[in-house]
């Protein structure tokens, strides 16, 4: 529609049929001058699919029809062209930063980290402790361009496995180029169990100039 905002970088072009056309042709470009340097022959198509276009650009379009006595131009006038806007792009690439990939022994609060992501409005992250390239939960960061998170209470000597994607009103980019790439960590072994001193008692007297200290077992 003429004024449309949001729309996506492959648009269809699109128009009534005109009684005796023998071709449409169309055109497009992003000066508002209310002409065109290239028409583009569509056929007997009213309908044309462009692609590539810019992001959050403003499009000026217009389509004639042919036949062998003449023009006639949509909307009844050479200069009614019509404009759209595109989209804002996906937001930008990124990677994951931390814990490095595969890394062992991380602690059990550890903080997953990543680069900026142009664009975002909200990154979303996952983990689990399948090995399937897939989460079930997403997790919002709160919106805006974060660069980490820090999970707690992670049960040690485990392997996770973690993604981080971004956001924004014209789709989602995965971090490290796929939907698939998650990254790995394992958290360290349980410190030392708790145990306790035996002998000597506490505030003992009267001990051995060579005494043994004895506690339980950890």
């Avoid at 980019?173 to 306790?196: K, L, M, Q």
């Amino acid at each position: 529609a003429n004024g449309a905002t949001a729309q996506p970088s492959n648009p269809s072009l699109s128009w009534g049929a005109s009684s005796g056309a023998t071709s449409y042709q169309y055109c497009y470009d992003t000066s508002n001058d209310n002409a065109c340097s290239t028409w583009v022959n569509n056929g007997t198509s009213t309908s044309a699919a462009l692609s590539g276009l810019a992001y959050n650009t403003t499009y000026y379009w217009h389509v004639r029809a042919v036949n062998g006595s003449g023009t006639t131009y949509s909307n009844g006038s050479s200069t009614a062209f019509w404009s759209f806007t595109t989209t804002t792009a996906p937001p930008g690439a990124f990677a994951k930063t931390a814990p490095p990939n595969g890394a062992t022994g991380q602690p059990s609060n550890p903080t997953l980290s990543w680069g900026a992501s142009s664009g975002a409005t909200d990154i979303q992250y996952c983990y689990d402790t399948s090995n399937d390239n897939a989460c079930s939960t997403w997790w919002s960061t709160g919106g805006g361009n974060t660069s980490g998170v820090t999970l707690l209470g992670l049960p040690y000597n485990t392997t996770y496995y973690w993604h981080v994607r971004a956001v924004n009103g014209s789709g989602t980019t995965y971090s490290n180029g796929s939907a698939t790439a998650f990254w790995s960590f394992t958290t360290a072994v349980a410190p030392p169990g708790a145990f306790g001193k035996t002998s000597p008692t506490n505030g003992a007297t009267g001990q051995s100039t060579s005494p043994t200290l004895s506690w339980g077992t950890a």
